[in-house]
Every structure is written in structure tokens, then in C-alpha cells.
């Protein structure tokens, strides 16, 4: 807890130095935005899937759950039928056949014809994952030990995102509920556009998420990984995530927060907020990896 207090009030002090003034731009939004895509205390379920690739992943475990389901059943009733119908007062004397070809059969046939129907769908969601479409926004992330920067090449914007200690969610417009989620700043992109993200790291290998966006991408020093999402229309709000890959002592402390706003709210958040971000140019804090080390 201590370790946990100490790296969040560095990061807190780090992050206002460096985007005071940009902060203060993203926290506008924050105002008349609902928070859609969070994890739910107790909840077994996904988040609501707002892109078309999240909904795939959604209907393909649909899918795959009413399969083995059937599966199941199947055996077990089956089971249920040899303990049954083989039992010693049943069956007083055994067979002695060893093979059964027909049987043997049916057992490789059947699920090949399963797999087939499961690769049928899954494959194409896959490829869709996989094929990156012409960008309408280009965004860069990379994971340092321990948060994200942001970059957007396009308009010379950059910017690091900072866990929200638990003191102050409330200032940012967040309750209490989402600590360990929100952070100081948020990567801000418009609905109804794609948006493509490179992915990469300065340190160890991290990993970029979205739940709700169905993306998840390990970001690997001195690589460049891409991955893409379109938040459908209407589907405006606060959206969060958290890295995905074990990366050190405080790899619970570097969270994601996207906002999803209207393309006319995002244009309006690039001329207001260029000047405030442009090119801030900043590292891992040197402090952060001290902290840790205690």
C-alpha cells in the first residue's frame, strides 16, 4: 500500500508539471461524457462491444459457448448412458472386442466438421483484426514503466497518461469506483472514424487494451505493432483499460482511458489543445523507477 501511494503521488506530480495546461482541455470533455466501457465489481460478462470488431468477438463467443455446451451434454449423458447401461448387475458378463471401427470414425469425424464451423467464423474475425484499413486518425502508444504516452503525428501532439491517485478522481470528475482506472489525461478519438494505433514500448514488453473496442496489442521494445478499431456513432463515453502484460512492480498502476467523442468534439479538442500539447517531449521520470526499486 505504501509502495502503491508513493508511485501514484509521483505520477500524479510528474503528470501536472508536464500538461497542466492540456489537462485542464481534456477534462472538458470528461464533463458530458458517460462512462461506457469499465470492468463491473462481481461481473462475469464482456463489456459492451461499440466497434464492429468487438461485436464479431462477441457472437463468436456466442458461438463457441453454445458448442461446447453442447459438448457437455453430450458426453455427459453419454457417461451417464456406459455407467448405466455397462454396470456389473447390468452387464454380469463383458464383451471382449477391442475396436470398433465405425466408432472410430464417427469420434475423428465429427470433430473435424466441429472445428470446420469454428474456424468457418473465427478466421474472418481474425483477418478483419488483422488487416489495417487506411487510417482517418493515427495515434502512437508506448508503454514506459509505468504508464503511457500518446502521440499524435499528424498534428505534432504528445502526451503521457498518469494513474489518478485515490485523492484525486473527484477533481477530474470520476468517483471513487473507478481508482486503479482513470488517469490525469486521456487519449482523445472522434466516433464513426477509424483510428489506427502503433504500438510499441521503451522499456519491457506492454500491452495496450480496450475492451470494449475488442483490441489488445503487446507493445514490444523496438518494434512497431499496429492494431485499429471505429467506435460506432452514438456510442460517445469514456472508455477504459488496463496494460495486459505483467511489466514490473507497479504494472497494476499504469492504466487507459479513451474518450470517444463526436467528430465535431474532436476537432474542437485539436484546436483548442495543439498549443498546450505539442511536442511536450517528455521520458520515463527517473523518480517513478526509483519509487519502484523501493
Known sequence: ??????????CAAFAATTLVAGTAGAQSLRDGLEVIGAPVPG????????????????????????IITAIVLFVTALLAYTII???????????????????EIIWTAVP???????????????????????????????????YWGYEYPEH???????????????????????????????????TGQTVVMQITAADVIH?????AFGVKQDGVPGRLAE???????????????????LCGVAHAFMPITVYAVTPEEYEMWLAGDI?????????????????AAE
Open 112 to 146: 473435424l466438421v466441429i472445428l470446420f464451423v469454428i474456424g468457418g467464423f473465427s478466421l474472418p474475425v481474425l483477418f478483419k483484426q488483422q488487416t489495417i484499413p487506411e487510417a482517418d486518425v493515427l495515434i502512437k502508444a508506448t508503454g514506459y514503466q509505468w
Open 43 to 66: 461481473g462475469i460478462g464482456m463489456q459492451p462491444g461499440v466497434t464492429e470488431v468487438a461485436q464479431d468477438i462477441r457472437m463468436l463467443d456466442s458461438l463457441l459457448l453454445v
Open 275 to 291: 498549443e498546450t500539447f505539442a511536442s511536450t517531449g517528455t521520458t520515463a521520470p527517473r523518480t517513478i523507477e526509483l519509487a
Open 207 to 211: 500491452s495496450w487494451t480496450i475492451p
Open 227 to 245: 492494431l485499429w478499431f471505429e467506435v460506432d456513432p452514438g456510442q460517445e463515453g469514456i472508455y477504459f483499460g488496463q496494460c495486459s502484460e
Open 156 to 190: 505534432d501532439i504528445a502526451f503521457d497518461s498518469f494513474m489518478l491517485t485515490e485523492d484525486e478522481l473527484e477533481e477530474f470528475g470520476y468517483t471513487q469506483d473507478e481508482y486503479l482506472l482513470a488517469t490525469d489525461t486521456a487519449m482523445v478519438v472522434p
Open 85 to 103: 447401461r455397462h454396470r456389473r448387475a447390468a452387464n454380469p458378463e463383458p464383451a471382449t472386442f477391442t475396436h470398433n471401427r465405425r466408432i
Open 1 to 10: 500500500m505504501a509502495l502503491r501511494t508513493k508511485m501514484s503521488g509521483l
